[in-house]
């Protein structure tokens, strides 16, 4: 059965497009419908996600185009590479998929930031389709164009903005997500509240029980408020050039972690609940927030299961890190830092004023 839940728009004038959050979604066709007249489409998809979605996603769009490719890409962060993309284009051609071809990726953020930055090069761009199943891709990757694969010397370094034609977020297919990988998304939902909308954070930390055990219409409503926020930054600013930084928040203290351990050692969910606690007590000691605002942000993001303790990395490692990070500017750290119920801002920071929290919040 069908149920949609909620449609949000990203307006972004006449490439405005709907982001579909509900049930069953991905096995009703009506789920594609008005999408642009072609021939054929192509899911890219990836070798865990196909055995389960794949085939009903499929009959499903066979309802809508005389031909339906599949294209399964070996699954991780890994393989988010130009070798992997070049499979991508191999099929294609292969296929003899045409301008109009219309690309549906299916699977979490690593599946939707490539087949998004296919899209935009194969045949100098082809519509496409986000068909997020993870809680992160859902809440957050699969929203804003942003579209990528990573160099051996950065995350995300070679891609393009490229917003796609529609999202389909199915909430059925995070009955199968590992629990850990749900966990991990919840970090970004927490990072709405906190950077965006107080009273979300109150509805987040009074429905964690419910979120864990994947109650749909708390997943629901999760998703919808997230999506509806991020979009309203992405419709304000596309490019980053502004406001949408803000959605970088507890990222800079988190990129360093998750470069610093290696890619992959900590979920990328992972090390940004651990930067929103270590933000917070940033903010805190440049009493941008008082201590029972730090003290609530901290109490949250641990009782979702995420980490609150930073591994050591050392403070020259540390610093190391966070100045290579993509918002420093001429070697300056810049930290989006919660500065009150629901709002934040960026702030440079000088090394000696983050030691302390360096400090406070990593492990000996
Ligand atoms: P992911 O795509 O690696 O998915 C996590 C794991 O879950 C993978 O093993 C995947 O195969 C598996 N999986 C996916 N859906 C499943 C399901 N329904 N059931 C069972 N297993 C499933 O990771 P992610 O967290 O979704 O995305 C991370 C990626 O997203 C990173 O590459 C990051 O750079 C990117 N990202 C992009 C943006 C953006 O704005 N474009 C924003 C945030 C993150
Ligand atoms: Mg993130």
């Known amino acids: 059965m069908t149920t949609l839940l909620a449609t949000i728009d990203v307006e972004l004038g006449a490439r405005t497009y709907p982001i579909l959050v509900g049930s069953g979604l991905i096995g009703d066709v009506s789920s594609v419908a008005d999408l642009p007249k072609a021939d054929a489409c192509a899911i890219v998809t990836n070798d865990t996600v196909a055995p389960l979605y794949a085939e009903r996603l499929s009959r499903t769009l066979a309802g809508r185009y005389a031909h339906v490719h599949q294209v399964v890409l070996p699954d991780g962060e890994a393989h988010k590479d130009w070798q992997t993309l070049q499979r991508v284009f191999d099929a294609l051609v292969a296929e003899h998929c045409d301008r109009r071809t219309t690309i549906f990726a299916l699977g979490g953020g690593v599946v939707g930031d490539m087949a998004g930055f296919a899209a935009a090069c194969y045949m100098r761009g082809v519509p496409y389709v986000q068909v997020p199943t993870t809680l992160l891709a859902q809440v957050d990757s699969s929203v804003g164009g942003k579209t990528a694969i990573n160099h051996p010397h950065g995350k995300n370094m070679i891609g393009t903005f490229n917003q796609p034609h529609r999202v389909i977020a199915d909430l059925d ?21 906190v950077m965006a909308d107080d009273a979300f954070l109150d509805w987040i930390e009074a429905n964690l029980p419910a979120l864990l055990a994947r109650d749909k219409p708390a997943l629901a409503h999760a998703i919808d408020r997230s999506c509806r926020i991020k979009a309203a930054l992405v419709a304000a600013d596309e490019r980053e050039d502004g406001v949408r930084a803000m959605l970088n928040l507890g990222h800079t203290f988190g990129h360093a972690i998750e470069a610093g351990l290696g890619y992959g050692t900590w979920l990328h969910g992972e090390a940004v609940g651990c930067g929103m606690v270590m933000a917070a007590d940033l903010a805190r000691r440049l009493e941008l927030i008082d201590e029972r605002q730090a003290a609530r942000i901290e109490r949250v993001v641990a009782a979702a299961g995420l980490p609150t303790v930073a591994p050591d990395l050392g403070f020259e490692r540390w610093i190391d890190l966070m100045r290579g990070d993509k918002k420093a500017l001429a070697g300056e750290m810049r930290f989006v830092l919660p500065c009150g119920p629901g709002e934040a801002m960026l702030r440079s920071v000088a090394p000696a004023v983050v030691a302390p929290t360096l400090e406070r919040c990593s492990s000996a």
Do not use: H, N, Q
């Open 173 to 193: 297919t995070l009955d199968s997500l590992p629990r850990r990988e749900l966990i991990a998304g919840l970090a970004e939902v927490i990072k709405y509240g």
